[in-house]
């Protein structure tokens, strides 16, 4: 154990430094604003889990069975999402680092290198979960009034889940990792991305959510709650946690004490496990993964034609560095296949649409047609800032070590940011307007809805892009092992607030006008000239404000990388 603390220490003198002032400049305007958000979070997260289960207690038999299906889903999906953050960063950390050939080369086992690198990937996928999940249960405690076994007993249980779920996911990585051919590590990532796609899915059409808002189609109360079983087999480690917190909400001391020793010796028991198969496969794992990796799927070649004469319009040097960025793109293991991901997350979003029950609501369709359409814009509009800051935004800090290569080229930096921002620009607003036109046609929205959506978007989608294509070169950090976590540094919580922000000014902006229009043409009347002149303000100012996220961001970027 000596050898593993020792191989910890580099991360714990990292994040103590990383507290510290740099070049006599202190850190407490990133502290704050992390630590801003993060209690922002907390406390709506609180707020909003304490209201529906006092509304639940207001229920007469019918909400604390509510309140207690509720917790099922939430241990199920806190277990999910843990599984799986633990398969990813189990195999970034076990297989994909950069600095794993140094730590081989050490005089320490493999053994203890395997125990570091599980102790830091449980850490790294966890906390984030174990953290924003204490405002959930903190409201449960508060509602049902509980003592202080169970605000003991919470912890505790969140940390057997979160060891659990690392330590399965450490044996699925391992054996994967053994049984798949020479540096075929990445195709681990693809056909994860296809298990979560389809699961989704699955599980999208098991629950059914549009009969949940329809309690009328049930024959019965029976029927109704049966529709919302969750999977309660007693050897699923989720049931054990949830008659945990189950036993403490209801003070019944003997079944949490039993439940807690079923799930901290389940934990033990597959910690031990990987321990064991990690001591006989995993270098000869890390070893297949130093190899050259073959392609997954061949590239499709017709004779004398390819994709990149699609490009010839382009001038040389500007052709060049847009083949470079999407073959880059689609040769990086991580990136493309959480296509998938997005193809699944779309399809859902999609057909949440098309079952909302509007006919069968008290408040007329043709209000909530329209009502849900406006909505829908900034809807559509916070997917793509998801979409942006996972994908546009570490696109610079994803040239690493090989900028110098960008900078010594014959294109300007001004023009290498603008290639990157066409490169994503073209196929985002093609996927933004199909997702608001298919939406609003299931919405059967009025003409001027449909247009009012689609040329926000059209305005809206440059705007985003061209904020992290900016933002995403004034926070590059070209060191980096994975750019990815680019998306969750300083500079893309920054561009997440500002893409809020603007997100949020251009809605409101729009909505009175929008609000006048729509009444007066429902209403058979014309507009005013004072309610004329409110809407054209409105809109240009809305279009300006946008014009300005395109083109400042990326003038600040282009300065900040001359400069490197």
């Given amino acids: 154990m000596n050898n593993t603390f020792l191989l910890l220490r580099p991360r714990l003198i990292s994040a103590i430094n990383s507290m510290r002032p740099r070049n006599g400049k202190h850190n407490w305007p990133r502290f704050f604003m992390y630590g801003s958000l993060g209690f922002v979070f907390w406390t709506g997260t609180f707020i909003i889990f304490y209201r529906v289960l006092f509304y639940f207690q207001s229920i007469q038999d019918f909400g604390n069975i509510l309140a207690m299906k509720l917790i099922s889903m939430l241990i199920i999906i806190f277990f999910t999402l843990l599984l799986f953050s633990n398969i990813i960063n189990c195999l970034s950390h076990l297989y994909l680092s950069q600095d794993l050939p140094l730590l081989h080369s050490l005089p320490v086992s493999s053994e203890n290198i395997f125990s570091s690198r599980w102790i830091i990937s449980t850490f790294d996928s966890s906390w984030m979960i174990v953290a924003f999940s204490f405002p959930v249960f903190l409201s449960y405690g508060l509602i049902y009034k509980t003592g202080f076994s169970f605000y003991l007993t919470f912890p505790v249980t969140i940390v057997f889940m979160c060891l659990i779920t690392s330590a399965l996911s450490s044996i699925l990585v391992l054996f994967g990792a053994k049984i798949l051919p020479a540096g075929r590590i990445r195709t681990i990532i693809i056909v994860l991305g296809v298990f979560m796609t389809l699961l989704l899915i699955l599980v999208l059409r098991l629950i059914r959510p549009e009969q949940l808002v329809n309690p009328d189609s049930f024959a019965s109360v029976v029927l109704y709650l049966n529709s919302m079983q969750t999977p309660d087999s007693p050897l699923l480690p989720t049931t054990w946690i949830t008659d945990i917190i189950k036993a403490s909400l209801n003070g019944e001391i003997k079944n949490c004490l039993f439940n807690i020793a079923l799930t901290g010796t389940c934990a033990f028991m597959l910690i031990f496990i990987s321990n064991m198969i990690a001591r006989l496969i995993y270098f000869d794992g ?49 990136q493309w296949p959480q296509l998938f991901l997005i193809i699944a997350l779309i399809g859902i979003y999609l057909y949440n649409f098309s079952v909302l029950p509007l006919d069968n609501l008290p408040i007329k369709a043709v209000y909530l047609q329209n009502l849900f359409s406006f909505l829908n814009i900034g809807l559509a509009a916070f997917v793509l800032t998801a979409i942006v800051a996972r994908f546009v935004f570490p696109s610079v800090s994803r040239e690493g070590e090989a900028f110098w290569i960008v900078q010594a080229a014959p294109v300007s930096l001004k023009k290498f940011l603008w290639i990157k921002f066409f490169l994503y620009y073209v196929p985002l607003i093609i996927l933004v307007e199909f997702l608001v036109v298919v939406s609003n046609l299931l919405l059967r929205v009025s003409p001027f809805m449909m247009f009012l959506s689609t040329i926000t978007l059209f305005c809206l989608v440059p705007a985003v892009v061209g904020m992290a294509v900016g933002l995403g070169a004034v926070y590059a950090d070209f060191k980096s092992e994975n750019p990815a976590q680019a998306a969750t540094s ?75």
Wanted: charged share 20%; with cysteine.
């Fill in 286 to 334: 890390f070893s297949k993964s130093q190899t050259t990796s073959k392609r997954l799927f061949a590239p499709v070649k017709y004779k004398g034609y390819n994709w990149e004469s699609l490009l010839s319009f382009l001038p040389r040097e500007s052709k060049a560095f847009a083949v470079r960025e999407i073959r880059t793109f689609f040769r990086d293991s991580a």
């Fill in 490 to 564: 300083f500079g893309g919580l920054l561009f997440m607030v500002l893409c809020f922000c603007l997100i949020s000014t251009v809605v409101i902006l729009e909505a009175g006008p929008v609000y006048s229009i729509f009444m007066a043409d429902l209403r058979g009347q014309g507009i005013s000239l004072l309610q004329l002149t409110w809407s054209v303000i409105s809109f240009v100012f809305a279009f300006l404000l946008c014009l300005l996220a395109i083109f400042y961001p990326i003038y600040l970027g282009e300065k900040k990388l001359r400069i490197r």
